[in-house]
């Protein structure tokens, strides 16, 4: 409207068309450049920027899984003519045009569920550290009251007597414990420690009896089992 106005008023008087076309874009310039600025869509960061790409890889990849799915899926008939897709649940990886069964992860035994579900468990902010044993205190920071069962006694007027020095024992080595088994022995003694064991043996045990590492431990753990229990 104000484009109009202004158009009319500048070829009114013998001004023209120039003069009147002039004036109206003029007028509604600032507008126009108010209406440019704030309807640009707003520059993202670099992590929006990288998480606006990941989800569209994530978009891509679930259409494709869902079209190999619906191209390998069993079609079932009803009596009346219908049809409709079953599909089998599970865990799979797209490969180009079908779908690949993905393995399944290895289970955890007890010690290694434990320490997971002690790591993923959140501390108390009041309570005691689930790992390291020790009181967070307060919400600002501090350390909190210490509750006693009974009041200190005095502090002794004269000074203890100093205890007698005992000439502690030394301590008895094992002379095994200084050998180190190779890869070979370690697995023979594995393959016996499950069959006297009667089953599955786990990496705790394998690791107490050879006295080998964790990695070592879990590594015999899965073959011994593999080969005497098949699992």
Do not use: F
Request: with cysteine.
């Amino acid at each position: 409207m104000g484009a109009g106005l202004n158009l009319a008023h500048g070829m009114s008087g013998g001004g023209g068309v120039v003069r009147g076309v002039v004036m109206a874009v003029v007028s509604v310039a600032g507008v126009v450049a108010h209406q440019l600025v704030t309807a640009a869509p707003p520059r993202l960061s670099r992590s929006g920027r990288s998480a606006r790409r990941l989800a569209r890889q994530a978009e891509r990849r679930v259409v494709r899984a869902r079209r190999s799915a619906s191209r390998s899926a069993v079609v079932a008939l009803a009596a009346d003519g219908t049809a409709r897709l079953v599909y089998a649940p599970g865990r799979y990886l797209p490969r180009r045009r079908r779908l690949v069964a993905a393995p399944e992860p290895a289970p955890l035994d007890g010690w290694d569920a434990a320490l997971a579900d002690l790591l993923a468990s959140p501390a108390e902010p009041n309570g005691p550290d689930p790992i390291n044993g020790a009181d967070q205190g307060g919400p600002d920071g501090g350390s909190g009251g210490v509750a006693v069962a009974e009041r200190p006694s005095p502090a002794p007027t004269t000074p203890p007597r100093p205890a007698p020095k005992v000439r502690q024992a030394r301590p008895v080595i094992d002379p095994k414990a200084r050998v180190k088994l190779t890869d070979a022995e370690a697995l023979k003694a594995a393959r016996r420690l499950a069959r006297e064991h009667g089953a599955p043996v786990t990496a705790e045990l394998v690791r107490t009896s050879l006295r080998v590492g964790p990695v070592r431990a879990c590594q015999l753990r899965d073959q011994v089992n593999r080969e005497v229990y098949g699992s």
